[in-house]
């Protein structure tokens, strides 16, 4: 008997088997009855014998074994069995495990019933895995769209539900300051907190966008570093009076950068710099030119960055073991994000970001980035 018809007659069969398996599968979500669990299975069943039992020319066998088959319009069966599977709590890898149970349960009913020994099988079987494939792709794609579609949800609310009521805060205080009801001294907690509180969101955005993107976005206008630098320099200054800040700067730092993202890469550092380093120490940010590339770092004084952190430190979520360090103690609400979004900013500007920690040295972070976006070789 041809494949097609085997999935045909024997549909419920595989069915049960699919049943049996997506009950086992570990999900987040709430318990599955067998219709929920069953959900569009017939049909991409279905679909997958229809396909079989239609003429396909070499090209479009290519095609599909290359997951470039022509989709045809609307949603199809694999990519509602995504939504659904998503509603209902199973992750990406348990979905795609249903599929391989499934192509392990019709080849196991297929070749006890005799099928697999034609030539005539053979390419069956071939066309069989492709449109296996093609459905898991389909799924997979379908699956990520919609995450991306969560996040970019997400985004919007954080962007907007909290930023709209903390800016309010923000400026209630100051009208307070400003009509003598409160004193700078006493409003400086609140607008402090703010501060770090929207910097925490900033954060969260940042690296919700990066990992659905795959990189952080970044929109390069031509500038002198060197100036935006300097402005950031003088910003920090501000918000630390009482310790030293310096900035040395040789060469020609013309060129094209995304002059919020390094603002906020600089910053970071500096921020870094200043609360674990030693508050006796000075902070140093060096400029240096070629004719490519400009670099630019970060020096503070004070204990090493421990070897443990040293090998984790631009991962995310990841923060130093503050008893280590001779600076200030670091802020508890820090998510651990902030060399991480660091790194990200270089790797979108096509540079690299390192660091040194030594007793001796001190620490120094080193950012080099090619003056120009680098055009990828097609």
């Known amino acids: 008997m041809r494949l097609s018809r085997f999935l045909t007659d024997h549909a419920e069969d595989i069915l049960r088997e699919w049943d049996a398996f997506a009950a086992t599968v570990t999900h987040e979500g709430k318990a599955l009855d067998k ?12 679909v997958i014998a229809k396909d079989l039992a239609t003429p396909q020319s070499a090209g479009e066998q290519e095609a599909k074994s290359k997951g470039r088959a022509e989709h045809a319009p609307g949603r199809s069966a694999a990519e509602t069995h995504a939504d659904f599977r998503m509603m209902a709590g199973f992750a990406v890898d348990a979905m795609i495990t249903e599929y391989r149970a499934l192509r392990a349960s019709v080849l196991k009913l297929w070749t006890a019933d005799g099928g697999g020994s034609t030539p005539d099988d053979l390419r069956d079987l071939t066309r069989f895995n492709e449109a296996i494939d093609q459905s898991i792709a389909e799924s997979v794609g379908r699956y990520m769209r919609q995450t991306k579609k969560s996040t970019d949800l997400f985004l919007g609310i954080l962007g907007h539900d909290i930023r709209n009521p903390l800016g309010t805060i923000m400026m209630s205080v100051e009208v307070l300051i400003r009509s003598g009801q409160v004193s700078a001294k006493a409003a400086s907690p609140i607008l402090n907190s703010a501060v770090r509180i929207n910097s925490i969101i900033e954060q969260v955005v940042d690296f919700t966008r990066a990992q659905a993107d795959g990189v952080m976005p970044v929109e390069r206008t031509p500038g002198n570093l060197a100036d935006q630098l300097f402005k950031v320099v003088q910003e920090t200054q501000v918000r630390f009076p009482s310790r030293t800040l ?81 600076g200030e103690r670091r802020e508890p609400s820090g998510l651990g994000l902030g060399l991480y979004i660091c790194r990200e900013i270089v790797l979108a500007h096509g540079g690299t970001m390192q660091v040194e920690s030594t007793e001796d040295e001190g620490t120094t972070f080193l950012v080099t980035m090619p003056r120009f976006a680098v055009l990828a070789e097609s």
Do not use: C
Request: no cysteine; charged share 25%.
């Open 246 to 326: 310096q900035l040395r700067s040789a060469g020609n730092f013309d060129g094209s950068w995304d002059e919020g993202r390094i603002g906020q890469l600089l910053s970071n550092l500096l921020g870094n710099a200043f609360l674990y380093g030693a508050r006796d120490g000075t902070v140093t940010v060096d400029l240096s030119s070629t004719h490519k590339e400009v670099m630019f770092s970060v020096h503070n004084e004070g204990r090493p960055i421990p070897q443990d952190d040293l090998v984790r430190i631009f991962e995310p979520m990841t923060r130093g073991s503050q008893s280590e360090y001779g």
């Open 35 to 46: 219709k929920a669990l069953r959900d569009h299975a017939a049909e991409i069943l279905s």
